[in-house]
């Protein structure tokens, strides 16, 4: 089954609001990623969190992980339409050499 | 300069038929992946190759067989292709190993009549 699980499957908000997406997941982790499609096109990596680590920012981008209840997230603050894509969640588990990557979030910015 | 560069971006086809997908990456990167992500965005690992060497081979029907020339291509060849072979394949590549940081190439759109 897959690894990753994310919630919402699906976020409308106006520009300038934040959005916050979350994933879960099953197995113990090394390390926690999280990646951005936009439509018809590749994923593209935004931000790595360790399992050793609680919280990262880069931007306007803040990644939590809490590997107890073994869930992480990611807010996007002050959105803009071109924020607008696919987010998922990828993790590393027990298998070394493979992102299992969630089920993706689709985030809709509405200028 | 495209870091992850994978042709055709569209493949239409009939079933039965042998198509083939190339991929190659320009970063120096020593680990070579492609992905399936099927209509309702899942993406699921298929094959990772380290250094011309497979690595990871996950329940994938014998009719894909993936060849890596070297380090720097990692090439999907599909036989006798079915319906649910659609979807978009998506080639990626890591530095090292390490499971780290994916870069993706932009798709390769399959569809099979």
């Known amino acids: 089954s897959q690894q990753g699980e994310e919630d919402p499957q699906a976020l409308s908000i106006q520009e300038g609001e934040n959005a916050t997406m979350n994933c879960s997941y099953k197995?113990?982790?090394?390390?926690l990623q999280w990646y951005r499609q936009n439509s018809g096109r590749g994923l593209v990596h935004l931000i790595l969190?360790?399992?050793?680590?609680r919280e990262k920012h880069s931007g306007r981008l803040r990644v939590t992980l809490d590997t107890s209840k073994k869930s992480s997230s990611l807010l996007i603050t002050a959105s803009r339409a071109a924020d607008t894509a696919s987010y998922f969640c990828?993790?590393?588990?027990?298998?070394?050499?493979?992102?299992?990557f969630g089920d993706g979030t689709t985030l809709t910015v509405k200028p | 300069d495209t870091a992850v560069s994978q042709t055709p971006k569209y493949l239409v086809t009939q079933m039965g038929n042998d198509k083939s997908i190339k991929c190659e990456q320009n970063?120096?990167?020593?680990?070579m992946y492609w992905y399936k992500q099927d209509s309702k965005k899942f993406l699921k690992i298929m094959f990772s190759?380290?250094?011309?060497?497979?690595?990871i081979n996950e329940t994938v029907p014998n009719r894909f067989s993936p060849k890596s020339p070297d380090k720097a291509h990692l090439n999907l060849h599909i036989n006798s292709l079915e319906l649910g072979d659609s979807a978009v394949y998506f080639c990626?590549?890591?530095?090292?190993?390490?499971?780290?940081?994916?870069?993706f190439g932009s798709g390769t759109q399959l569809s099979v009549l």
């Open positions: 990626a590549s890591t530095q090292g190993a390490a499971n780290e940081k994916l870069f």
């Open positions: 197995t113990s982790i090394n390390n």
């Open positions: 969190i360790r399992s050793n680590e």
């Open positions: 990828a993790t590393d588990g027990t298998n070394a050499g493979k992102s299992t």
């Open positions: 970063l120096g990167h020593d680990t």
């Open positions: 190759y380290n250094n011309k060497e497979l690595i």
